[in-house]
């Protein structure tokens, strides 16, 4: 069994900061690419960035500039560090990763539970 943990998520005022954290468990032969998302309601799940397993990360247009994402490949987590955080930018954040279990030859999209962040004073 694969599971995907997300943590970091809170309340925080506007121009605050955040960073968010997912870790990977279970019977884990390797993971690929790992990527962030967010989601409101009413809208469908939006992409903020992704990193490959040597570490380069791709961010969505819209979310250049306030978005780090990160990477520690021996702990199998990512992190993803928010800035200057605006009230538009409440959602719940999912992460996801594409695992391949041990002893299995192709890998598996994998989905964390999501963390709720939300910016108000």
């Known amino acids: 069994q694969v599971q995907l943990v997300e943590s970091g998520g809170g309340l925080v005022q506007p121009g605050g900061s955040l960073r968010l954290s997912c870790a990977a468990s279970?019977?884990?032969?390797?993971?690929?690419?790992m990527g962030w998302y967010r989601q409101t309601p009413g809208n469908k799940r939006e992409l903020i960035a992704r990193i490959t397993s040597g570490g380069t990360p791709t961010y969505a247009d819209s979310m250049k500039g306030r978005f780090t994402v990160s990477r520690d490949n021996a702990k199998n987590t990512t992190d993803l560090q928010i800035n200057t955080l605006k009230p538009e930018d409440t959602a719940v954040y999912y992460c996801?990763?594409?695992?391949?279990?041990?002893?299995?030859?192709?890998?598996?999209?994998?989905w964390g539970q999501g963390t709720q962040v939300t910016v108000s004073s």
């Open positions: 996801n990763a594409n695992i391949r279990v041990a002893d299995k030859l192709w890998s598996t999209l994998y």
């Open positions: 279970g019977n884990i032969g390797s993971i690929s690419s």
